[in-house]
Structures are given as C-alpha cells and as structure tokens.
C-alpha cells in the first residue's frame, strides 16, 4: 500500500508562486500515473494536472495550463505541482492521487485514482 503525503500550500497574494509537494512511502512508487486535484468551498473536486510514470505525458485544465507545471523525480518519490501566476480562483484544497500500481498513463478522471493524500490548503488573497 502507498501512503502520500501533500506539502508546500499556504497563503500566497494573487500573482506569487507555490510549490506544491507530493510524498509517498509504503509499496513501490514507480509505473503509477498520478495527478493533482482540488476542491473548493461549496464545490465539486476538479482536476488539476497529471503525469504518467515516465514523465513524457501531461495535462492541464484549461484553467491551469500554462500556469501550472507538474513534475515528478520517481528517484525520490515525489511529485511536484508548481504554480505560477496564482489568482483567487485557484483557493482550494489541492490532493495529489496515484492510480493502480501498473497503471502508468495519465489520466483526468478522478475514479481512474485509487491513493489520495489528505491535501493541503492553497489560499490566494486577492
């Protein structure tokens, strides 16, 4: 089993940076596509970005892309999720999630995860 553990969220003012973290331990890291999610106040959870296991594939929502870069270093079993150019809007609880071990691509969808991290608050005052 994998455990993950979120960092790095915090206060930031509309147009600063966050460097958000995602750590796992427990069972193999590698040949796991994962992503980063978000939940607002009174909203739905939304994706955010996501990797494959080798790094080569991305995807962004609209929302993010070009703000957004997400990363991974399989040597340290970390993900990353930096983010630029942040604005109100980008006010949620952020969780990055693993699929199914063997289960490499990237993917957009939420039900396609089965680990989640507990999250951490991103706030962007305005």
């Known amino acids: 089993q994998v455990q993950l553990v979120e960092s790095g969220g915090g206060l930031v003012q509309a147009g600063g940076s966050l460097r958000l973290s995602c750590a796992a331990s427990g069972r193999t890291f590698g040949s796991r596509g994962m992503g980063w999610f978000r939940q607002a106040p009174g909203k739905e959870r939304e994706f955010v970005a996501t990797?494959?296991?080798?790094?080569?594939?991305?995807y962004y929502a609209d929302s993010v892309d070009g703000r957004f870069t997400i990363s991974r270093d399989n040597a340290k079993n970390t993900v990353y999720l930096q983010m630029n150019s942040l604005e109100p809007e980008d006010t949620a609880v952020y969780y990055c999630a693993f699929r199914p071990s063997g289960t490499s691509a990237a993917s957009t969808s939420a039900r396609h995860y089965d680990t989640w991290g507990q999250g951490t608050q991103v706030t962007v005052s305005s």
């Open positions: 990797i494959s296991w080798s790094g080569g594939t991305t």
